[in-house]
C-alpha cells in the first residue's frame, strides 16, 4: 500500500471526536512551554542528535513558526529535510515521511496564520495523527518543537503526541505559569488529557539554562516545593531531580547546528558530561 493511501485512509479514520488509539503512530514526545526564551529548541535538537547516535531514528516536526529548531538542524549533515513544510503536514499535503537517520519537516511562516482558520481547526488536528501514523516503520521517534504561546498548533500536538516535557528557566513568571500550563481553558493539559489524548503522559518538567544563583537556588527550592511530581527525577534517591545547567558550549553548538558531544573543547565535554544523563532519563522514559 502506497504512504498516500495509507495517508488518506488514516485521515478518514481520525475525526478528533473518536477514540484516537485506532491508528497507532510512531512515538511522539512534545517540548512544550507556554513561554519562549527557555532553551526549548536547544535541548528538542541536542537530543535528537542524542537519539541518532544512541542508533534511533528520530524525525523532528518543527511546528514553531520561529523556526529555532529547523535552523539549527538543518545546518547538521546527518540531517534530511523533507521537501513539504509543518504546515503541509498540518493541512494534510505532507505525503511521506522523509529518509534517513534524522529527518527534519521545517517550520515555515504560514504556521503563525493557522490560528485564524478555526474552521480546519479539527483538520489540522487529524492530519498530524495520521502523519505520525504513516512515520511508525519509517521511525522510532518524533519529537515535536511547539510555539510558545497556546494555540491550535500547541493543541495538535498534545492531542496528537504520547508524552510531554515542559523546560522551564527558573524565574518567578515561569513558576507562576505552571498552573496555566495544566489548567488553561482550552488547551491545558488537565483538558486535553481528559477529553481528547486520554493517554498522555506528562513526562515532567526540566530547569534548564540553571545558573548557580541565589536567585535560582531559591526558585529551584520552590518548584521541589511546590510540584515535585512533576520533576524528573535523576537517581532513585529523594530531591535528587534534573536540570541543565546554562553553558556556553550548548548555546554554540545549537548556533552552528551541531552535536555537542561532537564539539571538541573542554567546555563542550564538560557540559555533555553534564546533560547526557538528563538525555539518558528521558530516552529511557520515551522507550
Known amino acids: 500500500m502506497n504512504s498516500l493511501r495509507v ?3 488514516c485521515v478518514s479514520l481520525l475525526p478528533i471526536q473518536i477514540d484516537i488509539e485506532r491508528v497507532k503512530t510512531v512515538q511522539a514526545l512534545v517540548f512544550a512551554n507556554q513561554k519562549g526564551g527557555v532553551g526549548k529548541s536547544a535541548l528538542l535538537c541536542q537530543f535528537a542528535h542524542h537519539l541518532k547516535e544512541q542508533g534511533r531514528r528520530v524525525f523532528v516536526i518543527d511546528l514553531d513558526h520561529q523556526a529555532n529548531s529547523t535552523k539549527a538542524l538543518s545546518q547538521h549533515p546527518d ?3 523533507s521537501p513539504f513544510s509543518a504546515t503541509d503536514v498540518l ?12 529527518g527534519l519537516i521545517p517550520a515555515d511562516t504560514g504556521l503563525s496564520s493557522l490560528e485564524r482558520i478555526p474552521d480546519h481547526h479539527n483538520a489540522f488536528v487529524t492530519s498530524l495523527r ?6 511508525q516503520n519509517a521511525y522510532d521517534v518524533c519529537l515535536i518543537d511547539t510555539n510558545p504561546n497556546p494555540d491550535i498548533r500547541y493543541a495538535a500536538a498534545m492531542i496528537s503526541a504520547d508524552k510531554v ?13 505552571i498552573g496555566g500550563m495544566f489548567g488553561h481553558p482550552r488547551y491545558g493539559l488537565v483538558k ?3 477529553t481528547l489524548n486520554p493517554n498522555l503522559t506528562f513526562m515532567g518538567i526540566l530547569p534548564n539554562l540553571v545558573e548557580p544563583t541565589p536567585f535560582q537556588r531559591t526558585n529551584f527550592e520552590t518548584l521541589v516545593r511546590s510540584y515535585p511530581q512533576y520533576l524528573l527525577k535523576l537517581q532513585d534517591a529523594p530531591l535528587q531531580f534534573a ?7 550548548i548555546a554554540e553548538a545549537q548556533a552552528g547546528g551541531q552535536f555537542v558531544a ?3 573543547k573542554t567546555a563542550a565535554r564538560d557540559a555533555w558530561k553534564e546533560i547526557k544523563p538528563v538525555f539518558d532519563i528521558i530516552e529511557k522514559q520515551l522507550l
Not at 516535557?165 to 505559569?177: C, R, V
Not at 536540570?243 to 558550549?249: D, G, L, N, P, Y
Request: positive net charge; charged residues 25%; aromatic residues 6%.
Open 7 to 9: 495517508y488518506r485512509e
Open 79 to 81: 540531517t534530511t529535510i
Open 91 to 102: 493541512e494534510g499535503r505532507a505525503i511521506a515521511p522523509p529518509n534517513g537517520r534524522l
Open 130 to 135: 495520521a502523519f505520525l501514523a504513516v512515520c
Open 165 to 177: 516535557l515542559a523546560p522551564i528557566q527558573l524565574n518567578q513568571e515561569a513558576i507562576d505559569g
Open 192 to 194: 486535553i488529557k481528559a
Open 243 to 249: 536540570f541543565v545547567q546554562k553553558r556556553s558550549a
Open 262 to 264: 561532537d564539539l571538541r
